[in-house]
């Protein structure tokens, strides 16, 4: 009769006990306040909590994705500019992320637009354009001195896109083509010095040997020769023009002995 008596209570008593316990994941963690007040860090795995004395917050601890919308904002050099960016950050301190911020997602995303609008404006077109990588570092340092005090880990910042108005798009196009073109000339007129003094030591060399010069118009006719339909003429040097008249007139003079 007496174990009728308190079988309730032991009843009410078990689920009481049962209902305090609580199991979080491994990339989890539990944030306990007993009557409001912090009490202290729980899990991974299982653990008891007092029902209706203790409350508790699950932080998720793994690294998080945030896309960055896409923010106009002005250059250093004052062109209008669209840009957006994706952040990856994590909680190191649950404790930090719930007391001292009421909403650590909303507030990482809010204070990294803002600093990434005033980098922008701190750095000229080419900059923005060229410097990516410096400009992610800043702004990754800047974003992570600022939350580190909410318990957050800024892990790494990366700019996707950065749209340049069409006016701006083509004046940079035809600034291309202008550097293109200049390199293109001065590549000729550096082959065109190079060759012009391959030219002198080569006429100086022949200038001191004739007999070069000589080989040399041998091989020219040779190699116009090659095409068929081409006509030559010869310009032979004044001492082959002696030499052939001097053998004409012995020619003629045995003749008419």
Known sequence: MDIMYFLPVLILIFLFVLSGFCIAQEYERAVIFRLGRFSGIKGPGLFWIIPLIDRRKTIDMRTRTVDLEQQETITKDSVTIK????????????????????????????????????IIGQHQLDEVLKEREKINATLQRIVDASTEPWGIKIEMVE???????????????????????????????????????????????????????????????????????????????????????????????????
Not at 88 to 96: A, G, I, N, T
Not at 161 to 176: L, N, Y
Not at 210 to 216: A, F, I, Q
Not at 229 to 242: D, G, K, R
């Open 83 to 118: 840009v957006n960016a994706v952040l990856w950050f994590r909680v190191v301190d649950p404790e930090k992320s719930i007391i001292k911020v009421a909403d650590y997602n909303k507030a990482v995303y809010q204070f990294s637009v803002t600093a990434l609008r005033n």
């Open 159 to 257: 700019m996707k896109d950065v749209e340049i108005p069409e006016g701006m798009q083509r004046a940079m196009a035809r600034e291309a083509e202008a550097i293109r073109e200049k390199r293109a000339r001065i590549i000729k007129a550096e082959a065109e010095l190079e060759a012009s003094i391959k030219l002198t030591q080569g006429a100086k060399q022949m200038e001191q040997s004739p007999y070069s010069l000589e080989l040399r118009r041998m091989q020219m006719l040779s190699e116009i020769g090659i095409d068929n339909n081409t006509t030559t003429i010869i310009l032979l040097p004044a001492e082959f023009q002696n030499a052939a008249k001097s053998f004409t007139e012995f020619v003629s003079n045995r003749k008419e002995t």
